[in-house]
């Protein structure tokens, strides 16, 4: 029993949905809340909490079954880039793992309709009703095909933050009507636009580090994806021209980190202030560091070094939100 469990969560990568609930709660009260105070004339929290954690669960048990059909089409791949860590087809059935993908989407989606309906959301439901649909067929098919299955991930996670966004809008005008400021939502809406250009923000960017991240991980399973014919970038292009275009993502990514950081918000930008500062060693060096070990790399064991850095990397992007939280509230 204990070691079904285990196969079970690292089947899920229960690791990952972690940092999924982690950066919609830290998204959510850092930087949707604060924001709400700042430019809302103290508004207070919209979203009420049982809705978020109903949103934070449906999409963690959608991505989980993301992940357990992934495994289910990669069985081949897998067994040749990490037998060490294949489970489908070994220790748990095809049949279990398949029933497990279409019991964990659709506990996802009803949690998410549920939440939507209570936001008064129809298009938060129609995202949460097609997400487990666009992962399907991005392990079946388009995850073997040219730089578009690296799309789907990527555009898949940064769905991520506009889930809050959609939800927040949805609840905003029910919240005011209940408190009788009705007759303010025509002057608070730019509220509701400050919040999708934030959120979108974020979204651009864990778009592009999950990009990155997913041209690593192509680096790194080369073999697999070759002796299957995958056509992914590495296969394609070679791997020369693959490190070219990592260099040139990881540039763009740096360059709209200091736009972002220097162009749009409200904060002072001295080398004293926290701002500054974090974005400098904790955003720009992190990928820096990331670029520089993918151009070291020879063989697969480095290039799940440079993956492992860039999940790291990710996560000082995710911290990024407190700092603006510090700066929102100071």
């Known amino acids: 029993m204990r070691e079904t469990i285990r196969d079970i969560l690292r089947l899920i990568r229960w690791q990952n949905l972690l940092f999924l609930a982690i950066l919609m709660w830290v998204l959510e009260k850092w930087v949707v809340v604060p924001l709400l105070y700042a430019y809302g004339n103290g508004l207070p929290e919209v979203l009420p909490p049982l809705i978020l954690w109903m949103l934070i669960l449906s999409t963690v048990l959608i991505a989980a079954g993301g992940y357990v059909i992934n495994d289910y089409f990669d069985i081949k791949i897998d067994r040749i880039n990490r037998p060490d860590r294949v489970i489908v087809g070994e220790t748990m059935s095809k049949p279990t793992a398949m029933r497990l993908s279409i019991g964990l989407s659709a506990a996802g989606i009803i949690m998410g309709g549920l939440a939507a309906w209570l ?21 079946s098919a388009y995850k073997r095909q040219f730089i578009i299955g690296n799309l789907i991930v990527a555009f898949a996670s940064a769905l991520v933050p506009m889930l809050l966004g959609l939800a927040n809008e949805g609840m905003f005008l029910p919240f005011l009507l209940e408190r009788d400021l009705g007759p303010l939502y025509s002057q608070l809406q730019p509220v509701v636009r400050v919040i999708y250009v934030w959120l979108g923000g974020f979204a651009l960017m864990i778009f592009l580090y999950t990009w990155i991240r997913e041209i690593l991980k192509d680096l790194q399973d080369q073999m697999g994806d070759r002796e299957l014919e995958c056509r992914t970038l590495p ?68 290039y799940r070094n440079a993956q492992r850095l860039m999940k790291f990397a990710m996560f000082l992007g995710l911290l990024y939100s407190y700092v603006i939280n510090a700066q929102l509230c100071a």
Not at 251 to 256: E, F, I, K, M, V
Request: charged fraction near 5%.
């Open 235 to 302: 296969i394609k292009l070679g791997e020369l021209w693959t490190k070219i275009i990592l260099t040139l993502m990881i540039c763009l990514t740096t360059g709209l980190l200091c736009w972002f950081c220097f162009g749009l918000l409200p904060f002072p930008h001295t080398w004293s202030s926290l701002n500054v500062r974090y974005l400098v060693f904790g955003l720009i060096i992190p990928l820096l560091c990331v670029m520089a070990l993918t151009w070291a790399a020879r063989i697969p064991s480095d």
């Open 119 to 139: 936001c008064s959301s129809w298009t938060l439901g129609i995202v949460i009703l097609l997400t487990p649909g666009l992962l399907w067929f991005y392990s």
